[in-house]
């Protein structure tokens, strides 16, 4: 189940990629399976656990192409991992839109930002996004309604 929920986000994603942006999911399905873990413990459709997860992938890979961009680099290379991360960012927001992930999108945005304020002040804390969908899942299920027996 694992592995084809990884394959099956990833064919998504790609799917909803633009071709014209011309970016490679190079995420190991290692890097996303504590999330995948994670979905496991919760009673959701394998569409919406595949579009999380999807959502996911998207934002683990903008944290990526940001964090490989230092002055050692320049250039067109440099470039490229700016303009990738930076679609990234966008195209998470947009599919989560798309997906009426209204919820998702509210939370995460600060925990994005938040990540994203420690990095620049060169106390990198990527742990935080798993925690974050971690706390949000919980949040979640919490407020689902449940139904009482007769």
């Not at 942006?21 to 504590?34: M, T």
């Not at 496991?40 to 656990?49: A, G, I, K, L, S």
Request: hydrophobic share 40%; proline share 4%.
């Amino acid at each position: 189940m694992k592995l084809k929920l990884f394959q099956d986000a990833c064919h998504l994603l790609q799917g909803e990629l633009s071709p014209e942006a011309g970016i490679h999911l190079d995420l190991s399905q290692e890097e996303v399976a504590p999330l995948v873990n994670l979905l496991e413990q919760y009673d959701m459709p394998t569409v919406r656990q595949c579009r999380l997860l999807s959502i996911y992938i998207a934002i683990k890979l903008a944290l990526q192409r940001h964090i490989g961009c230092d002055n050692t680099e320049s250039g067109e290379f440099l470039t490229r991992k700016v303009l990738d991360g930076d679609y990234l960012y966008s195209f998470y927001v947009q599919i989560c839109l798309k997906w009426e992930e209204y919820d998702l999108l509210s939370y995460m945005a600060p925990v994005i930002k938040q990540i994203q304020i420690k990095r620049v002040e060169g106390r990198p804390e990527d742990d935080r996004l798993l925690k974050g969908w971690e706390l949000f899942l919980q949040l979640e299920n919490n407020r689902r309604p449940t139904s009482k027996a007769i």
